[in-house]
């Protein structure tokens, strides 16, 4: 056990931290959990806290701080409980955590993040926000205190594994391969009354249900671009979207002569979670072996950018850089929370980002602090409270 990598988990509760800790679980010689974060999944916490002995523990809820304590009054070794959103940046901060995975949907993560990067930690990095809106920020921040941003997403995990190897100035395009969605095969006449429950069925991957509803509007994808724009330096027009519906080709490079590599798997998040912690380590798992055969015929068409408009937002945001992506990823966070509690309808999602992003242009600051991204966030939220009135 001494030998195994200490891990901090943001977000342990979550998709992407179950899964982590199914990897932990897999592999005891090789990780440790020393930190674990959550939200209000307070029983799945304590249940998780039993099994992983972690050595700090934190809830962002400080109400449901005592039902922690309660719930592991009775461990010989109770760890460090606390609360609070600084709580999770302590977590995200502490001890001798080598990497930390980074599993919290939303702006909300980028703070702790921050936080984990300035303790000198490794990012397993599993929230797009954290470039998406801090990109300008948390890069230098990245480069002064010389840690690893390792993507633990599977698009740009795949790109990341394709570029091993590759020469510098040796990349010409990226190419993010996109499921479609559950609305991949519904015409777009149809959208207008499609519902909150039909949005959740994703046809290929296990998701939490805000990246799943990404998933159905295509903006997960174009929260990508703006990701590989900043983890891999390409410019907006050196980055493709091609919608892909079997979910085998994970994403692909295309080099300056023109060869283009990709990675091939099952769609399996702990795969991009567990390269991310290994890196640059290859870990054997027993998990089901890629057959090709089994895989059957790989498709590929363009994206229909009249059904998908959120993809245009996003390269629209990108390309005006600045601020301008941190209210475009808080004005899609606040419409789809509204769409989730069926306060809006499907196709008013992208309506209330571009009215958003139309606002802030006049106000886009180019290079932004950290106070101005997220001002920038507080403000976009607000402005789609303030106009969702008018929809109905």
């Keep these: 056990m001494t030998n195994a990598k200490a891990i901090s988990i943001l977000g342990s509760t979550g998709s992407i931290g179950t899964q982590t800790l199914d990897i932990v679980r897999s592999h005891p010689d090789k990780f440790r959990v020393v930190g674990m974060a959550a939200g209000r999944n307070i029983q799945l916490l304590a249940a998780q806290v039993r099994e992983f002995q972690p050595e700090i523990?934190?809830?962002?809820?400080?109400?449901?701080?005592?039902?922690?304590?309660?719930?592991l009054a009775d461990l010989p070794c109770t760890p460090q409980l606390i609360a609070g959103k600084e709580a999770i940046a302590e977590v995200a901060?502490?001890?001798?955590?080598?990497?930390?995975?980074?599993?919290?949907?939303?702006?909300?993560?980028?703070?702790?993040?921050?936080?984990?990067?300035?303790?000198?930690?490794?990012?397993?990095?599993?929230?797009?926000?954290?470039l998406i809106a801090g990109g300008p920020v948390v890069l230098p921040l990245i480069e002064k205190h010389g840690v690893k941003l390792l993507p633990a997403d599977s698009e740009h995990s795949a790109i990341f594994?394709?570029?091993?190897?590759?020469?510098?100035?040796?990349?010409k395009r990226i190419i993010l391969t996109a499921s479609g969605g559950a609305f991949r095969d519904l015409p777009v006449e149809k959208l207008s009354t499609v519902t909150?429950?039909?949005?959740?069925?994703?046809?290929?991957?296990?998701?939490?249900?805000?990246?799943?509803?990404?998933?159905?509007?295509?903006m997960n994808k174009g929260l990508e671009v703006i990701e590989a724009h900043y983890l891999f330096g390409q410019g907006y027009d050196n980055i493709d979207i091609v919608v892909h519906p079997q979910s085998i080709i994970h994403s692909l490079i295309e080099l300056q002569d023109t060869s283009v590599l990709a990675q091939l798997g099952w769609p399996d998040m702990r795969l991009p979670l567990l390269y991310a912690l290994s890196y640059p380590e290859r870990i054997y798992t027993d998990w089901e072996q890629f057959d090709l055969v089994k895989a059957g015929d790989l498709t590929f068409r363009e994206p229909d950018h009249a059904k998908y408009p959120c993809m245009n937002l996003a390269y629209g945001a990108g390309r005006a850089g600045g601020s301008m992506p941190a209210v475009l990823n808080a004005a899609n966070e606040q419409a789809v929370a509204l769409f989730l509690e069926e306060k809006i309808e499907f196709l008013d999602i992208p309506r209330l980002i571009e009215k958003v992003c139309d606002r802030h242009q006049n106000d886009n600051k180019s290079n932004p602090s950290l106070e101005d991204i997220l001002e920038a966030d507080q403000w976009a939220r607000a402005q789609v409270l303030s106009l969702q009135p008018q929809l109905a």
């Design 57 to 71: 523990v934190a809830t962002s809820e400080e109400s449901l701080l005592p039902e922690l304590k309660a719930l």
């Design 161 to 171: 594994q394709c570029l091993q190897g590759v020469p510098a100035g040796g990349l």
């Design 93 to 130: 901060r502490y001890g001798d955590a080598e990497s930390v995975v980074t599993g919290i949907v939303g702006c909300a993560g980028l703070l702790p993040t921050i936080a984990a990067i300035e303790a000198g930690k490794d990012i397993a990095l599993a929230n797009k926000e954290t």
């Design 196 to 218: 909150v429950k039909d949005a959740l069925k994703h046809p290929n991957w296990s998701m939490g249900q805000k990246i799943t509803i990404d998933s159905a509007t295509l």
